[in-house]
């Protein structure tokens, strides 16, 4: 077994933007579920969103600016749909809901009658250089040991890392605000937030916007490294999310990042391990294809014991524990 | 005891269900006409690339028929980039092909005049096709023009919308099956159990294994199936959910409880079975044509087995002792507790239950569309979005949210794209959650 490729590879991955996608679509599902309360399921279905406002507006030749604004309005609306019917319902329903969305915006990127706008299961590819061509490292290969990339590996790894930075001292700030305060009560107590004068479905809504939002940009963040993929935006990438949020305290700052960092290093390890005893012969009785699918598995216990014995996460605080339902 | 009401309503709606059936029978015999087959058009044999030259050739070619009667001296020109042009012209086998300088992109182009007399494009603005430059995987290409009258039979829409009417019935009856029991579990102890559509998977990963592994006798299989998934229920709730109860783990929590067990047995599946579509090859695939509908035995049998095993469900709620304490529970379980109920005791039958109705979908789903890892995953939201459609908790609620979502996926292909009929059962969903929130039958207190 090749020890310091597996932790190599491991290591690389505190950094990767993949995970700096996945930290950041938690911090918008924290917004949902840690500090409002929202059940929502459909995350998936923003980062699809925001992957594919962000890559068919730059395939038609708009500017980069053009299609992450593009991608952002796109969420707001889908928010705002999925919100309008269901913010009022109680929390199993909209959770019911909002993975039903989620399916529905999945099926129809899908649908091979919109292959000349979504490719349909083939995707999309080819929508990076609007985002290389503002890159400001000259070309060649910089870093050191396990953080080696060329200058377009590292500028998405930067922009990717500034905005999770930028998200969490955003949510960091609403959250110490009379805004956030409001929010937290809403999950707290519904009624008394009410029974105060205030709008919760307003409060409910905008906190649905603010977290697609991120969830949008995550999804850009998701596609620069790699390409659209429809299958990539099933209800596995949502429950993904929802592990790292709640494996590093759903609301909490640091919680989804570290979150994230785990989730991914700890994947890549048992990956390397398994491939490595496979190869070695010391599982005889399993393939590297099964080894792929034990990871899963070990995903699935993880989230299980996790949500039973230490619901709060890493860093969460037993107090601000959400679950009240 | 208002769930106990709903529930009566649920066997009087399975008699009402029975008479539904019997009438789309009746009218299907009624009416004599054969289901239409359509008939394809022939396929083009690729042109065979010339052998003996060492350089490589690019070349676009096919063959040119009507019905049986090849066609010769039509003339088709190929142009491509850079002004390329080359007119080719079909010899007595019919066949026609152009060598091309380069992989690249060509308009490949019919001359309608150069047809012999009576003989016609079947679609007149299909007289040119496109080869583009991400096909050449091969050294050549083929491009056929269908010629003639158009002799694929297009059904009519009534007989179509019978036999979607048919199917949506029975995919209806097996989402019902699996859906009450979520309905029972979720009445009884509030838990969303999103490793539902495993259980429906493990019935028909177990129907599989014994009737087509081990060749057992389907009927056999299925009781196999059925008890297996009942004891897989029990083993849910007696190693799981009774625990986490005694925690006092709150329902939210439990909800992603489930959520982590289902991806858990999800990929355990995966790991033992793999990842292909497994056939439920068990000879119940025979197509009987009743009038304009064609439908397996497969299908008959599973909408009489459906049927059957709702009104037997319908049955125990409303008549016998556990089915009465089970709709108590559902009302109010501290009251059912205190009236000398052993709540944990009917929680555990409803497991037991559930796990059964749900193994016995699976086999159904089995029979209806093959065998995979994640089947039941792929029905999980569609039961749910049933059960969410018909009121939570309801038991009435979930039969006509199954056949309002079996019938919406299957009557939906008349009017948009096949693969995006479920997107339609789950729009449908949203909106009815819109407009009427509690759900079609749900009581306005349920949605809190």
């Known amino acids: 077994m090749d020890w310091g490729n597996i932790l190599g590879n491991a290591v690389g991955e505190i950094i990767s933007p993949t995970t700096a996608a996945y930290a950041l679509a938690a911090i918008g599902l924290g917004v949902h579920f840690g500090y409002t309360g929202l059940l929502n399921f459909g995350q998936a279905a923003f980062l699809l969103i925001g992957a594919y406002g962000f890559a068919i507006p730059t395939l038609a030749g708009a500017p980069l600016v053009v299609a992450v604004l593009c991608a952002i309005a796109c969420s707001v609306i889908f928010a705002f749909i999925l919100g309008i019917p269901t913010l009022r319902l109680r929390a199993d329903y909209l959770a019911i809901v909002t993975i039903a969305a989620a399916e529905v915006v999945r099926y129809i990127v899908t649908t091979t009658g919109l292959t000349d706008f979504t490719g349909a299961a083939n995707g999309l590819s080819g929508f990076k250089g609007t985002f290389a061509a503002i890159n400001p490292i000259p070309a060649g290969t910089y870093g050191f040991g396990p953080f080696t990339y060329n200058e377009y590996d590292w500028w998405i790894r930067i922009v990717g890392w500034v905005l999770v930075a930028l998200a969490s001292v955003l949510v960091f700030l609403l959250m110490r605000s009379p805004w956030g305060r409001v929010v937290k009560g809403i999950r707290e107590d519904e009624d008394a937030v009410r029974s105060l004068g205030k709008n919760v479905y307003s409060y409910k809504m905008q906190a649905l916007v603010i977290g697609g939002g991120l969830g949008s940009i995550a999804g850009i963040i998701f596609i620069l490294p790699r390409a659209v993929q429809p299958a990539n935006y099933t209800t596995g990438l949502t429950f993904f999310i929802w592990t790292i949020m709640l494996l590093g305290g759903a609301a909490t700052i640091f919680g989804p990042i570290v979150g994230s960092m785990i989730f991914w290093v700890v994947l890549s390890l048992t990956q390397g391990i398994l491939y490595g005893a496979i190869e070695s012969g010391a599982l005889p009785f399993v393939s590297t294809t099964q080894a792929g699918q034990i990871r899963f598995i070990l995903v699935g216990v993880a989230l299980m014991l996790l949500v039973i014995f230490r619901p709060q996460g890493i860093f969460g605080n037993k107090k601000e524990l959400s679950f009240s339902v | 005891m208002i769930a106990g009401i709903r529930i009566g309503h649920g066997v009087r709606l399975a008699t009402m269900l029975l008479a539904m059936l019997a009438l789309c029978l009746g009218i299907v015999l009624g009416s004599g ?356 459609l018909g009121g939570l908790g309801s038991a009435y609620g979930a039969l006509v949210g199954s056949i309002v979502v079996g019938l919406f996926v299957e009557l939906s292909t008349l009017f948009i794209p096949p693969d995006l009929k479920y997107a339609a059962a789950l729009v449908v969903l949203i909106v009815v959650l819109l407009v009427r929130p509690q759900g079609i039958l749900g009581r306005k207190e349920r949605i809190g």
């Open chain 2, 33 to 388: 006409a054969l289901a239409a087959s359509a008939s394809t058009a022939p396929a083009p044999t690729p042109t065979p690339t010339e052998s003996g030259d060492f350089t490589t050739t690019y070349t676009i070619g096919g063959i040119l028929r009507d019905g049986d009667t090849l066609i010769e001296g039509a003339e088709i020109t190929v142009a491509g980039a850079g002004g390329y042009s080359e007119v080719a012209t079909t010899d007595d086998t019919g066949r026609w092909s152009v060598a091309v300088p380069a992989k690249g992109d060509y308009t490949v182009t019919l001359d309608p005049e150069s047809l012999p007399d009576g003989v016609q494009l079947r679609d007149p603005d299909k007289a040119s096709a496109v080869v583009s430059a991400t096909e050449w995987q091969t050294n050549t290409i083929t491009r056929s023009f269908p010629l003639g009258a158009d002799t694929r039979q297009t059904t009519g829409f009534f007989e179509q919308f019978l036999q979607r009417l048919v199917a949506g019935l029975n995919f209806g009856l097996l989402i019902a099956l699996a859906a009450i029991g979520i309905t029972l579990i979720f009445g009884t102890t509030g838990l969303n159990n999103f490793a539902h559509g495993e259980m429906v998977t493990f019935g028909a990963i177990i129907a599989w294994i014994a009737a087509v592994l081990l060749g057992i006798n389907i009927f056999i299989a299925m009781l196999i199936a059925l008890v297996l998934g009942g004891v897989f229920g029990y083993l849910n709730d007696w190693l799981l959910w009774k625990p986490l109860r005694k925690k006092g783990v709150k329902l939210v929590q439990a909800m992603i409880v489930s959520i982590g067990l289902a991806i858990a047995l999800r990929y355990l599946y995966l790991f033992f079975i793999g990842g292909d579509t497994k056939t439920m090859s068990v000879g119940l695939s025979d197509a009987v044509a009743l009038g304009p509908v064609r439908i397996t035995t497969g299908s008959i049998l599973s909408m009489i087995i459906s049927v059957v095993v709702l009104v037997l469900v319908g049955l125990f709620l409303t008549r016998t002792r556990i089915g009465k304490a089970t709709r108590a529970v559902s009302d109010n379980p501290s009251l059912a507790a205190a009236s000398g109920i052993d709540v944990d005791r009917i929680i555990r039958i409803v497991w037991v239950l559930s796990g059964a109705l749900a193994a016995l979908a699976g086999v159904m789903l089995a029979l209806y569309r093959q065998v995979s890892w994640d089947m039941g995953f792929q029905v999980l939201l569609l039961m749910f979005a049933a059960v969410t």
